[in-house]
């Protein structure tokens, strides 16, 4: 078992910027990759970006250029979104998916609200 928490969401304004961080705490050693998805008003859960456990990130290409995603201190069972230049269509909720090294169990945080308005 996994268990997953995000923390960082908030408030901010246009052209501002947050950083979620993710930590994962249990059977962390079976982790094969993390993810942050988003949910906003249109009710699907989307890929903003991914890091496997080699280091390779892929993102959205509605995220490119302004998030990152990154290891966090504690080490590959953290991941950390850096996000800039945020834009109102950018709201959403944010949720950490990880995924184990057999390919088919997965686990998700709570989720963590992202609101970008003046």
Wanted: glycine share 12%; hydrophobic share 35%; aromatic share 8%.
């Amino acid at each position: 078992q996994v268990q997953v928490v995000e923390s960082g969401g908030g408030l901010v304004q246009p052209g501002g910027s947050l950083r979620l961080s993710c930590a994962a705490s249990g059977s962390v050693f079976s982790i094969l990759a993390m993810a942050w998805y988003r949910r906003g008003p249109e009710k699907t859960r989307d890929l903003v970006a991914i890091i496997s456990s080699g280091g390779g990130t892929t993102y959205a290409d509605s995220v490119k250029d302004r998030f990152t995603i990154s290891r966090g201190n504690a080490g590959k069972s953290t991941v950390d979104l850096q996000m800039n230049n945020l834009k109102p269509e950018d709201t959403a909720v944010y949720y950490c998916k990880v995924l184990m090294r057999d390919g088919r169990t997965a686990y998700w945080g709570q989720g963590t609200q992202v609101t970008v308005s003046s």
